[in-house]
């Protein structure tokens, strides 16, 4: 009795440890430290693996190991953001807010250079994909999606709007490239054009 009682004792401890691990799927990658440092170490980004960017961001999707090998949460209000290599590919992810109304903030995943006149962020809008799920008004492409999100002028940011965006404010934002201005304008460019746009317009700014 003794011998089984500890065997069920035994199974069940070992599923529970692994049920809390999360030493495992670690990616080689960097935190940015709020002091500016940036720390080498490994990086868990839960069981989703190379699909978490086709999920919408959670405050604390992940952990990573500090110096002493404590785990830390990839909490946005805690670091600057960090950065993983997937498939040969380099993600990075800062955190940035972009309300006035508190200080919480979100990862967003940078698709360009971190020192481009424009930087360009993808992202997810986790209302409107609430809001799809609940009515059943958005189909799995669609909610498959992302929304972008621009940085220029010294860290000021914005989010265009699909709808309309010939009249969207990006086309005055990079208005001192008439060529760009009236692509978005005559609907040369259109919303899903914003990278293509974006890419043209910093490789102009740096040429001039």
Same mark, same amino acid.
């Given at each position: 009795?003794? =011998?089984?009682?500890?065997?069920?004792?035994?199974?069940?401890?070992?599923?529970?440890?692994?049920?809390?691990?999360?030493?495992?799927?670690?990616?080689?990658? =960097?935190?940015?430290?709020?002091?500016?440092?940036?720390?080498?170490?490994?990086?868990?980004?839960?069981?989703?693996?190379?699909?978490?960017?086709?999920?919408?961001?959670?405050?604390?999707?992940?952990?990573?190991?500090?110096?002493?090998?404590?785990?830390?949460?990839?909490? @946005? /209000?805690?670091? +600057?953001?960090?950065?993983?290599?997937?498939?040969?590919?380099?993600?990075?992810?800062?955190? =940035?807010?972009?309300?006035?109304?508190?200080? =919480?903030?979100?990862?967003?995943?940078?698709?360009?250079?971190? /020192?481009?006149?424009?930087?360009?962020y993808?992202?997810y809008?986790?209302?409107?994909?609430?809001?799809?799920?609940?009515?059943?008004?958005?189909?799995?492409p669609?909610?498959?999606?992302?929304?972008?999100?621009?940085?220029? /002028? +010294?860290?000021?940011?914005?989010i @265009?709007?699909?709808?309309?965006?010939r009249?969207?404010?990006?086309?005055?934002?990079?208005?001192?490239?008439?060529?760009?201005?009236?692509?978005?304008?005559?609907?040369?460019?259109?919303?899903?054009?914003?990278?293509?746009?974006?890419?043209?317009?910093?490789?102009?700014?740096?040429?001039?």
């Open positions: 009795m003794k =011998k089984i009682t500890f065997l069920i004792l035994f199974i069940f401890s070992c599923i529970l440890c692994k049920s809390n691990e999360i030493a495992t799927d670690y990616f080689i990658g =960097k935190i940015y430290l709020k002091n500016g440092d940036t720390l080498t170490t490994k990086i868990h980004l839960s069981y989703y693996r190379s699909n978490f960017i086709r999920n919408s961001y959670m405050d604390n999707f992940g952990h990573y190991l500090d110096k002493k090998n404590t785990v830390r949460g990839l909490n @946005p /209000n805690k670091i +600057n953001g960090f950065e993983v290599m997937l498939d040969s590919v380099k993600y990075i992810f800062l955190s =940035k807010n972009i309300s006035n109304k508190n200080d =919480k903030k979100e990862f967003y995943h940078l698709l360009n250079d971190i /020192n481009s006149t424009v930087k360009l993808e992202f809008d986790k209302k409107i994909m609430a809001a799809g799920l609940v009515v059943g008004v958005l189909t799995a669609q909610l498959a999606d992302v929304a972008y999100m621009i940085e220029y /002028n +010294n860290n000021t940011l914005y @265009p709007k699909r709808k309309d965006f009249y969207d404010k990006l086309a005055f934002i990079l208005s001192d490239n008439k060529e760009i201005e009236k692509k978005i304008e005559d609907q040369t460019y259109k919303y899903d054009d914003i990278p293509q746009l974006i890419a043209a317009y910093n490789k102009w700014y740096a040429a001039k």
